[in-house]
């Protein structure tokens, strides 16, 4: 089975513009995670979407939107980029919203660069 | 953000040596995970934990849930030099309306020189 996917791999955008970013999760699975990851850091909590609803986010500005979509797939949307926003973006997905035994798989991420 | 208090931030291996690493936090969780992640690719699960004072081993890596549920160890028995890359632990508290990840600062394995 094919695990979660996200596109593009790489991006680079300029300071102002605009940016979508695509996950697919693992068939099956039905919430969807995004997690910004930051040079030398561990990755820190966006938002988690199920059941095309928001159901948890984290400390990040409006700039930054997201959508679940019927099959599950999920965009992240982040507008008038900042520097500061240079990371890789990591969606990750798990079976269900929370419980025991969810564990969340990642994707390979996508690296962005703000110039 | 809130971040898990991993240690050591860097260590050095030489083949066939075992290795440890442990992660705390000022508050409690009800999973502990233990993740690697290899330059430019996402973090792969390792190891689960759901029960406090639980031990679990996948092949030669083992890890404790601690019995206080604010700390989580891995040990890594006979390192080999695929080992190398950054190991993270991240602590969920699931139950209620959602389920998210805390990180640590992550453990970098290098091979010594």
């Known amino acids: 089975d094919a695990g979660v996917t996200q596109s593009p791999t790489h991006l680079i955008k300029t300071r102002g513009q605009h940016v979508t970013l695509r996950c697919s999760p693992i068939?099956?699975?039905?919430?969807v995670s995004w997690y910004q990851q930051v040079l030398g850091q561990g990755p820190q909590f966006i938002f988690q979407?199920?059941?095309?609803?928001?159901?948890g986010r984290g400390n990040f500005p409006d700039r930054f939107s997201a959508r679940q979509f019927p099959n599950y797939s999920s965009e992240l949307n982040v507008n008038a980029l900042l520097l500061g926003d240079s990371a890789l973006y990591l969606c990750a997905s798990s079976k269900r919203l929370a419980g025991s035994s969810n564990e969340q798989f990642f994707g390979p991420g996508t690296r962005l660069t703000v110039l | 953000g809130q971040q898990l208090n991993q240690s050591p931030q860097s260590m050095f291996i030489q083949e066939g040596e075992d290795v440890s690493m442990n992660c705390t936090s000022s508050?409690?969780?009800?999973?502990w995970l233990w993740y690697k992640q290899d330059p430019g690719e996402g973090p792969v699960l390792l190891i689960a934990?759901?029960?406090?004072?639980e031990l679990t081993s996948n092949g030669r890596l083992t890890a404790q849930f601690g019995i206080t549920r604010k700390d989580s160890f891995l040990n890594i028995s006979a390192s080999i030099p695929s080992d190398v890359g950054i190991y993270f632990c991240a602590g969920l508290n699931y139950g209620g309306s959602q389920g998210n990840l805390i990180f640590g600062k992550g453990t970098k394995l290098s091979v010594k020189p």
């Open positions: 979407y199920y059941e095309k609803e928001e159901r």
């Open positions: 508050s409690i969780f009800n999973t």
């Open positions: 934990l759901y029960k406090a004072g």
């Open positions: 068939s099956g699975h039905k919430s």
